[in-house]
């Protein structure tokens, strides 16, 4: 029996499946954080640069100019704040953006940040056959490691994409950590077809991302529609709720975005408001996951 194009009118045992193929399991909320923090901050920036386009075609100079900002401008105010404060960031870098910029990415791990598989060259890889998205993803993790020094422990898929054998091919590679999903607000395990696969889920949101209030595409209605204002109060008012639960405050930025002058201090804000509660832990993504498994 084929599968009917029409949803409706599926059996049971077919919509079932769909919504069991990739699951979230159980919460690994902890108890507490390291050194009696109330609240984990994960701070983390999707390094795109060139690649949105790229992935596209290539066809715009101009998009790829703003793909540049993002290494020439954004990386440099993001570090400078980030330095001064003294806290731990993760950056999911895209295989070709590490290969144009070899430096920028050995200085992320240099300084104590994490860096993440972010796709090969920002791909849809949720269109991609499947042999396809495992080659992509297995040599982004090698190209990250012999530029970097450093082998990913973590994946966010780009754009959070997610096929039906993503998880999979995160299981077979023993990474330790997905952050692309959106069931929760805390960690948790990820099932596929009701089996636990040992890769844990650190949860994003769009909410919680610069680019659905900030990106702009000339040829589209598509036009930035929340001041900088705005998008601090969303942020603040996501952080606090965290801090009252004491959860995690998880946060994606890009370069290419927050970067320019008029939105930089959103970043910074966030950081001094984080600061002035007193027991926060600001950590990487891979060191709140080691964490919440040990102790969720």
């Known amino acids: 029996m084929t599968e009917s194009e029409n949803p409706w009118e599926w059996p049971e045992e077919t919509w079932r499946a769909k919504v069991d193929r990739v699951r979230a399991g159980d919460s690994l909320k902890p108890a507490s954080w390291p050194g009696g923090a109330k609240c984990a901050v994960a701070m983390s920036f999707d390094v795109d640069h060139e690649t949105n386009e790229l992935r596209d075609g290539g066809k715009s100079i101009g998009a790829m100019s703003r793909g540049q900002y993002g290494n020439r401008q954004g990386i440099p105010r993001v570090m400078e704040i980030i330095r001064r404060h003294d806290i731990r960031a993760s950056f999911y870098v895209p295989a070709v953006v590490a290969q144009l910029y070899p430096d920028e990415t050995r200085m992320f791990v240099a300084e104590g940040h994490e860096v993440g598989i972010h796709g090969w060259i920002h791909e849809r890889n949720s269109i991609l056959p499947a042999d396809v998205e495992r080659d992509l993803q297995m040599r982004s993790a090698d190209m990250l490691e012999k530029i970097s020094g450093a082998r990913p422990v973590g994946i966010r898929t780009p754009s959070w994409d997610f096929s039906h054998v993503t998880l999979e091919i995160t299981r077979d590679m ?107 832990w600001f950590a990487t993504h891979a060191e709140i996951v080691d964490w919440v498994k040990a102790n969720g």
């Open 174 to 280: 023993g990474l330790a950590y997905d952050s692309s999903l959106m069931a929760d607000v805390d960690c948790h395990t990820l099932l596929l077809d009701g089996e636990d696969t040992g890769v844990i889920e650190l949860p994003v949101e769009w909410i919680r991302d610069d680019a659905v209030y900030f990106n702009m595409n000339r040829f589209s209605a598509l036009r930035p529609y929340t001041p900088p204002e705005g998008v601090f109060d969303i942020f603040r008012r996501e952080f606090e709720a965290a801090y009252a639960e004491g959860g995690i405050f998880q946060l994606t930025m890009h370069p290419h975005i927050t970067g320019y002058r008029s939105r930089i201090w959103i970043f910074e804000e966030l950081i001094r408001l984080a600061k002035s509660r007193g027991d926060v």
